[in-house]
């Protein structure tokens, strides 16, 4: 899908609500190509990681930060006008966005062997795996995949994995169990 700004090209893996505008929170991956400026969105929390590239610098007239880490969460507003510059080269980053009056997120990222419950009530999980292979619950996510779920489920696997969890700040219609999507 095309960038709010016309500047360039998103995968979305989920969206709540589905193919709703405004957006609740959402998961996808974006390359950056060049220089220039983020999408602008309103009253949307954001937390950006670097999967490949040298990185880039975001700077706003209020703060500026270098995304040159991999796998490292880095979380900003969205409403701010930022501009990125390119460290060198082509980057593609994982993002995760959520509306700062319908929740609250957090997020970790794992790296090595995973063997863990994850989940609660209420709150929404959502995992995308960087590189190796994990299961959840069963279901084999590989390396380009992500998942979400709201129960409690089991992660087994050798993997790099960015795992974030929503939490409602008001009551809200359940989301979809666990499913998966590949890149």
């Given at each position: 899908?095309?960038?709010?700004?016309?500047?360039g090209?998103?995968?979305?893996?989920?969206?709540?609500p589905?193919?709703e505008?405004?957006?609740?929170?959402?998961?996808?991956?974006?390359?950056?190509?060049?220089?220039g400026?983020?999408?602008?969105?309103?009253?949307?929390?954001?937390?950006?990681?670097?999967?490949?590239?040298?990185?880039?610098?975001?700077?706003?007239?209020?703060w500026?930060v270098?995304?040159?880490?991999?796998?490292?969460c880095?979380?900003?507003?969205?409403?701010?006008?930022?501009e990125?510059?390119l460290?060198?080269?082509?980057?593609?980053?994982?993002?995760?966005?959520?509306?700062?009056?319908?929740?609250?997120?957090?997020?970790?990222?794992?790296?090595?062997?995973?063997?863990?419950?994850?989940?609660?009530?209420g709150?929404?999980?959502?995992?995308?795996?960087?590189?190796g292979?994990?299961?959840?619950?069963?279901?084999?996510?590989?390396?380009?995949?992500?998942?979400?779920?709201?129960?409690?489920?089991?992660?087994?696997?050798?993997?790099?994995?960015?795992?974030?969890?929503?939490?409602?700040?008001?009551?809200?219609p359940?989301?979809?169990?666990?499913?998966?999507?590949?890149?």
């Amino acid at each position: 899908m095309p960038w709010q700004n016309g500047g360039g090209t998103t995968r979305e893996f989920f969206r709540e609500p589905s193919g709703e505008l405004p957006v609740e929170w959402r998961l996808s991956v974006a390359e950056v190509t060049s220089d220039g400026p983020f999408s602008i969105f309103p009253g949307v929390d954001r937390i950006l990681v670097l999967l490949a590239g040298e990185g880039m610098t975001l700077a706003s007239s209020e703060w500026s930060v270098r995304v040159d880490v991999p796998l490292r969460c880095v979380e900003f507003p969205g409403d701010l006008a930022i501009e990125a510059t390119l460290v060198s080269g082509a980057t593609l980053d994982l993002n995760l966005m959520w509306s700062r009056d319908a929740w609250r997120a957090t997020s970790v990222v794992r790296v090595g062997p995973l063997d863990m419950v994850m989940g609660g009530t209420g709150e929404v999980h959502v995992a995308y795996v960087a590189e190796g292979s994990v299961h959840v619950d069963g279901t084999l996510l590989r390396r380009g995949e992500a998942a979400v779920w709201t129960s409690a489920v089991s992660l087994h696997g050798d993997v790099s994995i960015a795992l974030f969890t929503l939490t409602p700040l008001r009551d809200r219609p359940p989301v979809q169990p666990v499913s998966s999507v590949s890149a």
